[in-house]
């Protein structure tokens, strides 16, 4: 565990400056090795045969005449994989391939292996399919409602419950009715999240190889290689000492990649079958329908404040539109509800969750998992109420501030807390003063805030071992080999090891090397997901290092007749900390350090504090071991003629506890920043109803058609960081990869009805969509600049 | 409900400026498999019969013989035929720009070229931006400022780059927004990798920007 005093910023020689990351130049001069970059000597190629129906029974399978085919080494469907999985333990309902059902247009039912690509597409025109459809869900209300006269897509979880029904959670803190009935002002509101994708530029690609000796390997472009080597032994009855996975480079995956898909079974499947490694790609449009992205949420908010602008209660009725599987939807249920209790004070807090299935592709959790949405409803809910009450917005949040080393009314432990300085930079940055309400009709400004866990106390799977480990190695050249098991999507976990080792053992940043991705040698992270990685590695890094560092000093300072504790290592060298003339290079430390204990190598682990969280059940969920908090002002233009929105630009200030490389800090909240701002005018993951098209397929899946902004698009977007200095984090740091998506949303949201005096509570914000609320407004004679509020902002307070 | 068109306006037809997009061909590429048939072959549609012939191909000063499927595009070539992996499939169908190099110095869509229009010309890849002396001036400012994240999008990203440095050492932010606007990128938002062209085009200019960030400095 690392101690407060060891976050004292005047310590640090690497920390906190900009640095490159360690496969930097691989990835700039071509070199950086992802999965389809891998050929193996007698590769074969797989492709999925996947169904055209968004709900049916499989009757019959007939693969003889595609087994037939010259090329085809085999042919694989559900049956040869009859064990169900999940990423979560306790709700396994999918198959490798459908077995008996297929429940989403997409739903893989076969795969071949053939000698290239041409030959296993030929293939899969050969298998021969009989379904029997049955009638689909398609809207999630009428999946709820559903009364058992056509099949439910699932068998149900519950007694009680109809078998289209995930998972419901209803949780109630303090006195709700009460705290409503107080209330000088309530504010109801109805929202809709349209579900979005995740769409990393790098298609889903895996590769089998399957040894004689009975050792099963698999490449993935995965961000949970330990979740997929669990389930990969499991599922293709594999002993777990002899399943190896191996992840090159991962070319974005936001959540995407974050649990098992059809391809890594089948790939290794194949390759047992064969003998031959085997690859499969996907197409993008197969990208599309593997999906796992964000849920499209239906919300009802009922907020409560008093005239001064004190939130009194906070009511909350959501469905989740959840597709054909569970994936992550149990912990998505609870996030729905349990991540909103932060940065403002609630006296009394409810949320009724529900999650249903519907025959489209399943949702899963998306940068931001569970929390973007309702964050959306409440920060307008929040806006909504400060007019009503006539405080400026900012003020307004900043009466309600929970501060620091607190908990919230769900009972979650908040330490470090830099919402008001986050706030304030947006404030000063954006000259809020001058604009907010008094820019003319059409230009608008907008604020909205936030907080993300960094990283969930308990692991997806029940287990009192080490949530990430790491292993270093000091050889006679002067160099630190780190293996590390962490998942590098491109968010610089693995520089964040180099950058820790050359901090602490005092070597220059190029001569440290990072061995990664590789369940044979490198120990257990289990992912990149919940923003859990910079939180939890860095700290089994530190505690490595400092193993070592310990080792060194002790040697240097035998042979130099010292204390330990003075000797210094920085900068290439050891030093004696009284006189620095007194000195020798770091290798010479190492040898020394090597001739006295031997091969200097050590593990270091981190674990999470289990002793945090409320007493009620769902209370371990949401439960981190520190929370970041970001505050966004958006500036916008709205062309009442067209409804066209043109985000000026966005302020982006995110508490990351501490900057270990600010120029990847910044990158993670300019990406965030980004996706947020996509999702809020342009993206939506939708499928095609009967009257245009086939009800069930995917209305646009490719990267011209989704829109996923371009250059153009995108706004300007400045970076503010406050650095709060978390007690546990690895030198303070807690996340930046996901919390700065969240206010990106409300902020255009808020800034919109600034701007034209419209709330927009339907997502997105698209020129149809604002056009016909302009047209709206203007027939009742509401299309106007709203007024200013009788109590302004101080600028930049912090009470 | 999500379901219907709520989004943009039919017959919308976005324009993608800065990447040249080979003229419709007779050649299959990889972009006429991707429809969802009534029978279920999700992402791709049954290819003709393969027959190979020998493709004749200048990369990065290098002559190249090449026997390819007649069917493959001058990115499966570069990439499963000569082994060049840097350039990027992302879409398989020209959306993206992952797949960006340049062709006789214009950036082109090499997933949907057929590789037999790039025959004779001269082509050149991320790989062949850099030379004996280091990597490019691009290579090294994005590597720098932090403009690759997942670095999937760089590649092609690198070479509109190159191109626009070609002409112009001095773009203005807007000049740079406008030639990247073929070349999605999903993690940075951009901002880091305008930084980085910047950074590079003042480097060309001989000009060497005030930057600590230094590779071996402890």
């Given at each position: 565990m690392i101690k407060p005093s060891d976050n004292r910023k005047s310590d640090l020689k690497l920390i906190g400056r900009p640095m490159r990351k360690v496969e930097g130049l691989d990835k700039s001069t071509g070199r950086a090795v992802y999965t389809d970059d891998i050929v193996l000597p007698g590769m074969l190629h797989g492709k999925i045969l996947r169904s055209p129906h968004p709900h049916a029974r499989i009757v019959s399978i007939d693969t003889s005449e595609a087994e037939a085919l010259e090329g085809v080494h085999a042919v694989v469907t559900g049956r040869d994989m009859a064990t169900a999985y999940g990423i979560i333990p306790w709700t396994p309902d999918e198959y490798p391939l459908c077995t008996d059902r297929v429940r989403y247009i997409g739903d893989g039912v076969a795969a071949v292996a053939a000698v290239d690509e041409d030959t296993a597409i030929r293939a899969l025109d050969l298998?021969?399919?009989?379904?029997?459809?049955?009638?689909?869900?398609?809207?999630?209300?009428?999946?709820?409602?559903?009364?058992?006269?056509?099949?439910?897509?699932?068998?149900?979880?519950?007694?009680?419950?109809?078998?289209?029904?995930?998972?419901?959670?209803?949780?109630?803190?303090?006195?709700?009715?009460?705290?409503?009935?107080?209330?000088?002002?309530?504010?109801?509101?109805?929202?809709?999240?349209?579900?979005?994708?995740?769409?990393?530029?790098?298609?889903?690609?895996?590769?089998?190889?399957?040894?004689?000796?009975?050792?099963?390997?698999?490449?993935?472009?995965?961000?949970?290689?330990?979740?997929?080597?669990?389930?990969?032994?499991?599922v293709l009855e594999v002993d777990p000492a002899k399943v190896r996975v191996i992840q090159p480079l991962v070319g974005g995956a936001f959540g995407g990649k974050s649990e098992p898909f059809d391809l890594e079974f089948c790939v290794g499947k194949l390759a047992m079958m064969t003998g031959r490694p085997v690859k499969i790609l996907y197409t993008r449009e197969e990208v599309f329908y593997s999906h796992r992205g964000r849920h499209p949420f239906h919300m009802k908010y009922r907020t409560g404040a008093t005239a001064d602008g004190l939130l009194t209660s906070v009511d909350a009725k959501i469905l989740l539109d959840g597709g054909a599987y569970a994936s992550f939807g149990l912990v998505t249920t609870y996030y729905s509800g349990q991540l909103l209790c932060a940065p403002y004070q609630m006296p009394a807090y409810r949320f009724d969750s529900t999650r249903v299935y519907t025959n489209k592709p399943a949702c899963g959790p998306k940068r931001g998992h569970g929390s973007v949405q309702p964050r959306f409803a409440f920060e307008v809910q929040i806006d909504k109420l400060a007019e009503r009450v006539g405080i400026d917005p900012i003020e307004f949040r900043r009466r309600n501030f929970i501060g620091s080393n607190t908990r919230t009314v769900n009972e979650l432990r908040v330490t470090s807390n830099g919402f008001l300085e986050c706030m304030a930079s947006v404030e000063r940055a954006s000259g809020w003063a001058d604009k907010f309400r008094k820019m003319p009709f059409g230009k608008g400004i907008g604020i909205a805030g936030s907080t993300y866990i960094s990283g969930t106390n308990y692991?997806?799977?029940?287990?009192?071992?080490?949530?990430?480990?790491?292993?270093?190695q000091i050889d006679r050249s002067g160099r630190v080999a780190v293996f590390s098991g962490a998942s590098e999507i491109g968010q610089g976990c693995d520089s964040v090891v180099a950058y820790i080792a050359a901090e602490e053992l005092g070597v220059p940043l190029d001569h440290v090397r990072v061995m990664r991705g590789d369940t044979d040698f490198t120990p257990v992270d289990l992912g990149a997901y919940s923003s859990r990685v910079t939180f939890m590695l860095g700290n089994a890094a530190i505690d490595a290092a400092r193993k070592l560092r310990r080792l060194i000093q002790e040697a240097v300072a035998e042979a130099w007749e010292v204390k330990p504790g003075e000797v210094l290592l920085a900068g290439g060298r050891a030093y004696w900390a009284p006189d620095t003339e007194r000195q020798l290079p770091i290798r010479e430390a190492f040898n020394l350090a090597e001739a006295k204990f031997g091969t200097l190598g050590a593990t270091g682990s981190y674990n999470t504090p289990k002793d945090v969280h409320g007493e009620y059940r769902g209370g371990t969920i949401g439960a981190s071991p520190a929370y970041s908090f970001t505050a966004h002002v958006a500036e916008v233009d709205v062309d009442v003629e067209t409804g066209i929105i043109d985000v000026?630009?966005?302020?982006?200030?995110?508490?990351?506890?501490?900057?270990?490389?600010p120029v990847l800090v910044e990158g993670q909240m300019e990406g965030s920043a980004y996706m947020g701002f996509a999702e809020a005018l342009m993206e939506e993951q939708i499928f095609k109803d009967a009257d245009h098209g086939r009800a069930g397929l995917h209305n646009a899946p490719s990267l011209l058609d989704y829109r996923i902004p371009t250059s153009l698009d995108t706004p300007e977007l400045e970076s503010l960081i406050v650095e709060s200095i978390d007690p546990e984090g690895p030198y303070g740091a807690k996340e930046a990869g996901e919390g700065p998506l969240h206010p990106s949303i409300p902020a255009i949201a808020n800034a919109i009805y600034d701007a034209i005096g419209i709330r927009m509570d339907r997502l997105p914000f698209s020129p149809p969509r604002v056009w016909r609320a302009v047209e709206a407004a203007r027939e009742a004679g509401t299309l106007t600049k709203p007024a200013a509020p009788q109590h302004a902002a101080v600028p930049g307070a912090v009470p | 409900?999500?379901?219907?068109?709520?989004?943009?306006?039919?017959?919308?037809?976005?324009?993608?400026?800065?990447?040249?997009?080979?003229?419709?061909?007779?050649?299959?590429?990889?972009?006429?498999?991707?429809?969802?048939?009534?029978?279920?072959?999700?992402?791709?549609?049954?290819?003709?019969?393969?027959?190979?012939?020998i493709?004749?191909?200048?990369?990065?000063?290098?002559?190249?013989?090449?026997?390819?499927?007649?069917?493959?595009?001058?990115?499966?070539?570069?990439?499963?035929?000569?082994?060049?992996?840097?350039?990027?499939?992302?879409?398989?169908?020209?959306?993206?720009?992952?797949?960006?190099?340049?062709?006789?110095?214009?950036p082109t869509l090499s997933c949907i070229t057929p590789?037999?229009?790039?025959?004779?010309?001269?082509?050149?890849?991320?790989?062949?931006?850099?030379?004996?002396?280091?990597?490019?001036?691009?290579?090294?400012?994005?590597?720098?400022?932090?403009?690759?994240?997942?670095?999937?999008?760089?590649p092609g990203i690198l070479c509109s780059a190159a191109a626009l440095l070609d002409w112009n050492r001095a773009p203005t932010r807007e000049e740079i927004r406008e030639a990247l606007s073929g070349n999605l990128c999903r993690c940075t938002g951009y901002a880091k990798i305008y930084d980085a062209v910047e950074v590079a085009a003042a480097r060309l200019r001989g000009e060497e920007p005030n930057d600590s960030t230094g590779g071996s400095e402890p």
């Open positions: 298998i021969r399919v009989e379904y029997e459809e049955l009638p689909a869900f398609h809207d999630p209300f009428a999946a709820l409602e559903a009364d058992g006269s056509i099949p439910y897509i699932h068998d149900a979880k519950k007694e009680g419950w109809n078998g289209n029904v995930t998972k419901k959670v209803k949780l109630e803190f303090g006195e709700v009715d009460a705290g409503l009935d107080e209330a000088d002002v309530v504010v109801e509101g109805e929202y809709f999240f349209e579900g979005t994708t995740h769409a990393p530029i790098e298609p889903h690609c895996a590769i089998g190889l399957y040894e004689g000796n009975g050792k099963l390997t698999v490449w993935s472009a995965t961000q949970v290689p330990h979740y997929l080597h669990r389930e990969l032994s499991r692991p997806i799977y029940p287990n009192e071992m080490p949530q990430s480990g790491v292993q270093m000026k630009k966005i302020w982006v200030a995110h508490d990351c506890g501490r900057a270990l490389n | 409900m999500s379901t219907g068109r709520a989004g943009w306006e039919e017959g919308y037809t976005p324009t993608r400026p800065g990447i040249r997009r080979p003229a419709p061909s007779n050649g299959r590429t990889s972009a006429e498999r991707l429809v969802l048939r009534e029978s279920g072959r999700l992402g791709h549609l049954v290819p003709m019969e393969a027959t190979k012939d493709v004749r191909l200048r990369v990065n000063g290098d002559r190249h013989e090449v026997g390819v499927p007649t069917h493959y595009t001058l990115l499966e070539t570069l990439r499963y035929a000569l082994g060049l992996t840097g350039s990027k499939q992302g879409c398989d169908k020209g959306d993206c720009g992952a797949c960006t190099v340049l062709v006789d110095g214009a590789v037999w229009e790039a025959a004779g010309a001269e082509i050149r890849t991320v790989e062949g931006l850099a030379t004996a002396e280091g990597p490019h001036p691009l290579q090294d400012a994005f590597d720098l400022k932090g403009a690759a994240q997942c670095g999937f999008c760089t």
